[in-house]
């Protein structure tokens, strides 16, 4: 499985983006899909997940109200909408793939994925 974020840039405080991830390579709808992020000289924290089978999604506390997941299965996307953005929020985001989650605890784990994309830097300032 291939996966391809994009969609990073600079925004101004309070400002919106959407990320985007393209997922190739295994059978779109099978996969929890995750976005993580990284801040500079912090660990990669988990931001959101979604489970097709359950159409659930989930968001960590931090960022909940204000982000929100979602997927395309025709076109094996999946997006991060980010709004109300702040400074805080810096980080490379990447997106993420697994099979199987036995739990939504899982699903927040980093190192429960074995599929990752290469990261898309999101920058928020004035």
């Known amino acids: 499985v291939q996966l391809q974020a994009s969609g990073g840039g600079l925004v101004q405080p309070g400002g919106s983006l959407r990320l985007s991830c393209a997922v190739s390579?295994?059978?779109?709808?099978?996969?929890?899909m995750g976005w993580f992020r990284q801040a500079p000289g912090k660990e990669r924290e988990f931001v959101a997940t979604i489970n097709h089978s359950e159409g659930t999604t989930y968001a960590a506390d931090s960022v909940k109200g204000r982000f929100s997941i979602s997927a395309d299965n025709a076109k094996n996307m999946v997006y991060l909408q980010m709004n109300s953005l702040e400074p805080g929020d810096t980080a490379v985001y990447y997106c993420a793939a697994q099979q199987g989650f036995s739990s939504r605890y899982s699903a927040t784990q980093v190192g429960r994925y074995a599929y990752w994309g290469q990261g898309t830097l999101v920058t928020v300032s004035s």
């Open positions: 390579g295994g059978t779109f709808n099978t996969y929890n």
